[in-house]
């Protein structure tokens, strides 16, 4: 946001106040780093323009709306004239005696995964990881490879409730157990006391760490404690504004159109729209499609959440969707589900198929009309993915931010030669950084072709 504001030419001084002790970073990488596949140091993201004032691990800590001042808790007063809410949000913590020894304060051993602080060496012994959505499969995913002993505990009867039905939620439950991760599915914690966890069946679960992946919390409190309009997150119009033309709300603490919750990409296009407004060309934000792809590396997944509000105008009341399309090959680990809507994507979600994933991601978003043969699709055998090895120009490389390979190819032609002069270029690998090899290997291809001419329509 702050270094779009400087790009747009806004005139007066930016000021980012954070309260964790380093710059903003790459969050949705932190998996990585507990994992020991990802050095904390590599979160960085790109340094913000010299005219940004930074203040890092100070903490705001109440906002005087009448006088336009932020306070802060090392004593200052910051005043301001328009003051742009970005405080994310918090691990939601589940009603277990014994998680927390007060309000907000985890137990001995309990810990959640939202800052890079959260990715100290665990404690010896196995980890119990509360929670099968997408963050909790991830979770789990990451540190059985480490060798770690894994017990997944969810209270709903299959993982990924939320996007995936039962018979699609086996496929990565499979996946788990094949790598050790112990699955206790309909099952809730009961009860923590350090060193153990005991589930409502009575079983006592070994653990040395408990992981929250428990979802999350908007983090309000500076919006309601100063009179603003507060629901699940502060409420905010098309403009991304508050009651209070001059305060704004993006990213996870913001809730517009009633929904809380972004991906990286929305919030990136929250900071966009709202850098062009506040720079006087006012662009309302609309949410574009968005693709959800948990991090199980080496198996593809893609979940499409529903595009747009149930329609229902049929005369019986139900909403006009086409119809539903299943694929289940339970041996080979692929599942697709798809609910289609006026001839296109609508919602589902593909699993374990590198190549149907890459095709449906690409139709989702750009909410193109799915094909006549539907099972060719499925299979990945239409063609829309390059099995040989060549990146496509119209694939999309980066789906965080929505970076294609012509994109790519372009920013390399004009001299974005290594993985983190494109990700400055287009934003690729910024994200969840799922896409950072297939980057990276587009460097080695081209710089091995000896390739330099200007891709067409590239800006030499
Ligand atoms: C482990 C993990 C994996 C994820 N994976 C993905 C993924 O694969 N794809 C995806 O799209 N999204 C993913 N996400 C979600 C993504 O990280 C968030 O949507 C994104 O970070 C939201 O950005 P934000 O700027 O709104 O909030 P945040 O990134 O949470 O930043 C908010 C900042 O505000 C600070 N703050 C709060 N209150 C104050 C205060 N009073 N004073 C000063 N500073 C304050 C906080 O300390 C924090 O640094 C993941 C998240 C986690 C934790």
Do not use: F
Request: net charge neutral; glycine share 14%.
């Amino acid at each position: 946001m702050a270094a779009r504001l400087v790009g747009y030419g806004h005139p007066g001084g930016v000021t980012v106040v954070g309260a964790e002790p380093r710059p903003a970073y790459h969050r949705a990488l932190l998996g990585s780093v507990l994992d020991g596949t990802l050095d904390a140091g590599r979160l960085a993201l790109p340094a913000l323009p010299a005219e940004v004032r930074q203040l890092t691990g100070v903490r705001v800590t109440a906002v005087d709306r009448a006088r336009r001042t932020v306070r802060t808790g090392d004593g200052r007063a910051l005043p301001y004239d328009v003051l742009v809410l970005a405080t994310g949000a918090r691990p939601r913590v589940p009603p277990v005696p014994g998680l927390e020894t007060g309000p907000g304060r985890l137990a001995e051993g309990v810990r959640a995964v939202r800052t890079a602080a959260d990715c100290r060496p665990l404690s010896e012994g196995p980890v119990v990881v509360l929670g099968g959505g997408i963050r909790g499969v991830e979770t789990a995913w990451a540190l059985s490879g480490t060798g770690q002993e894994v017990a997944l505990v969810h209270p709903a009867g299959h993982l990924m409730e939320r996007h995936l039905d039962a018979a699609g939620a086996a496929v990565p439950a499979a996946w788990l157990a094949g790598r050790g991760v112990t699955l206790h599915l309909g099952r809730r914690a009961a009860e923590y006391t350090p060193g153990k966890v005991v589930l409502d069946d009575g079983q006592v679960l070994a653990a040395g760490t408990v992981l929250l992946c428990t979802g999350t919390v908007a983090e309000t409190a500076l919006a309601r404690a100063s009179g603003l309009d507060v629901r699940e997150g502060v409420v905010v119009d098309a403009l991304l504004r508050t009651g209070d033309p001059r305060v704004h709300a993006i990213g996870d603490c913001a809730e517009h159109a009633g929904a809380v919750g972004t991906t990286v990409l929305q919030a990136w296009e929250q900071a966009e729209a709202l850098a062009l407004t506040l720079t006087g060309r006012q662009r309302p934000y609309a949410p574009g499609r968005r693709v959800l792809r948990p991090r199980t590396p080496g198996k593809d997944m893609v979940v499409l959440p529903p595009a747009g509000p149930a329609r229902p105008d049929n005369t019986d009341g139900t909403d006009d969707i086409d119809g539903t399309v299943s694929l289940l090959d339970r041996a080979g680990g692929r599942h697709a589900r798809l609910v289609l809507r006026d001839g296109r994507l609508h919602e589902g979600a593909v699993i374990g198929s590198p190549s149907a994933v890459a095709a449906v991601s690409r139709l989702y978003a750009r909410d193109e009309p799915v094909p006549a043969d539907l099972l060719a699709l499925l299979t990945g055998a239409d063609g829309a993915y390059a099995g040989d090895g060549t990146l496509p120009d119209e694939a999309v490389v980066c789906h965080c931010n929505n970076v294609t390979g012509k994109a790519l190819k372009d920013a390399w032609h004009r001299g974005a030669h290594d993985e983190a002069a494109l990700a400055r270029a287009t934003r690729a690998t910024t994200g969840c950084g799922g896409c950072a090899s297939v980057v990276r290997r587009l460097c080695t291809t081209l710089a091995d072709d000896g390739d330099d001419t200007p891709a067409e329509g590239a800006t030499p």
